[in-house]
């Protein structure tokens, strides 16, 4: 009988301290070799440095009274001015927007269960609502706009419950949803002829970050469809469809957005009836969203093109038809393959909304330049717009974060 041999456990030793938690994190990041350590000293020694002037700068030195001045201003513009709403108080369509705007975020949440969404809805009620609470007299902010302003968080619970706990917790309704609060948002402010409460309201006192938003919410809803139409349409083995979409891209991609709003005050009438009602926010949002779509475009072009080609091949093997194909098989590949570069796009496109200054518009970088142009305010420009790059950066970051979130969930680039 053989012998059992026993092979004497080894004693397992901790891993050492340079290699794990934030100690291993550093060593592997930060220090790891000399260039590295002598990198990481050089730029911890220029971070501190802004941060302690910049510090000083913003809590000290400062004056930020312009921004105070201003106050409600940025959002709406002069939309609320006796001017604009003659002998009537026209501040509480926005507010009422904001409530829609508040509900649909609560029921994204409720279908998505959390996460993202919930902080995202969460934190835009409270943020809303804790402008019920500025300091502003009565005449400026009645009790009535503030107590619309407290209504955002209820608005956010009641879209949460519907989405849990009724049939419209699906990501179709919400969309339905999205699209009838964006149309019911521009008939408040846009108002109703010889209707109580809802006197029109010219675009010309639209204004402010309302503005952009607007504009950037229509380019971004249009221009992607309109992008994958003209993507598939440049792949179109039809000439004639092929040379158009080939056209518009090309022409659109080639000419500066800044000189196309110039151009929209006479190009965009061509294109619809002597009748058709249009205006200078119409102009300006048809531009905007045609100049994205053509950069969409090429985007979702990028995407179709980096798909193997025998995914198509393979389910015309199966015998599904062409549009089978496309729609269910090489197009959704292709947008999940591209989301960085569309949610860039999309930055892009809210960010360039600030160019419809040029053809009169007010938006909120506008209003801030006004105002900086004023004698009293003229050594506040440095204060007024690190603000307005705060206001852009926000809404830019929330962009890029919720994308980062979807592409974790879609994994793009592990599988």
């Known amino acids: 009988m053989a012998a059992e041999t026993q092979t004497p456990t080894a004693n397992v030793l901790p891993p050492p301290r340079t290699e794990v938690g934030v100690i291993g994190w550093m060593h592997a990041n930060l220090f790891s070799s000399r260039l590295n350590s002598a990198l990481t000293v050089v730029s911890g020694a220029l971070l501190l440095l802004i941060l302690w002037y910049g510090s000083r700068w913003i809590f000290g030195t400062a004056d930020w009274t312009v921004v105070k001045t201003v106050g409600g201003l940025f959002l709406i513009g002069s939309y609320n001015t006796e001017l604009a709403c003659p002998g009537q108080n026209c501040f509480w369509r926005p507010q009422g927007s904001l409530l829609m705007v508040t509900a649909l975020l609560g029921m994204i949440w409720g279908i998505m269960g959390g996460g993202v969404a919930r902080r995202i809805a969460i934190l835009t009620a409270v943020v809303a609502a804790l402008f019920a609470f500025l300091p502003y007299s009565l005449e400026r902010m009645g009790w009535d706009v503030r107590i619309l302003l407290l209504a955002n968080v209820p608005a956010t619970a009641i879209g949460w419950a519907l989405a849990r706990y009724t049939p419209l917790g699906q990501a179709k309704w919400a969309v339905v949803w999205g699209v009838a609060a964006f149309l019911i948002t521009l008939v408040l402010l846009r108002g109703v002829p010889n209707v109580p409460g809802l006197q029109p309201v010219s675009v010309v006192y639209w204004g402010g970050l309302t503005l952009n938003l607007l504009l950037a919410v229509g380019g971004i809803s249009l221009s992607l469809p309109i992008g994958i139409a003209l993507a598939l349409g440049r792949r179109s083995n039809l000439p004639v469809v092929k040379l158009l979409c080939v056209?518009?891209?090309?022409?659109?991609?080639?000419?500066?957005?800044?000189?196309?709003?110039?151009?929209?005050?006479?190009?965009?009438?061509?294109?619809?009836?002597?009748?058709?009602?249009?205006?200078?926010?119409?102009?300006?949002?048809?531009?905007?969203?045609?100049?994205?779509?053509?950069?969409?475009?090429?985007?979702?072009?990028?995407?179709?093109?980096?798909?193997?080609?025998?995914?198509?091949?393979?389910?015309?093997?199966l015998g599904l038809?062409?549009?089978?194909?496309?729609?269910?098989?090489?197009?959704?590949?292709?947008?999940?393959?591209?989301?960085?570069?569309?949610?860039?796009?999309?930055?892009?496109?809210?960010?360039?909304?600030?160019?419809?200054?040029?053809?009169?518009?007010?938006?909120?970088?506008e209003m801030g330049r006004v105002f900086i142009s004023r004698p009293e305010y003229l050594g506040s420009a440095r204060e007024m717009f690190v603000f307005l790059a705060i206001v852009f950066w926000v809404f830019t970051y929330g962009m890029s974060y919720i994308s980062r979130r979807i592409e974790n969930h879609l994994g793009v680039g592990q599988r």
């Open 247 to 317: 056209a518009f891209i090309e022409i659109f991609r080639g000419v500066p957005l800044i000189t196309l709003l110039f151009m929209s005050q006479t190009l965009v009438p061509l294109a619809f009836p002597e009748d058709f009602p249009q205006n200078s926010l119409f102009r300006a949002a048809v531009v905007i969203t045609m100049f994205s779509s053509a950069y969409m475009a090429e985007n979702i072009r990028g995407g179709l093109q980096a798909l193997h080609p025998g995914q198509a091949e393979a389910a015309r093997a």
């Open 321 to 365: 038809p062409g549009w089978q194909t496309t729609m269910l098989i090489s197009l959704p590949q292709a947008i999940r393959n591209v989301i960085p570069a569309i949610v860039g796009q999309f930055i892009a496109l809210f960010k360039d909304t600030s160019l419809v200054y040029i053809i009169g518009m007010v938006d909120i970088v």
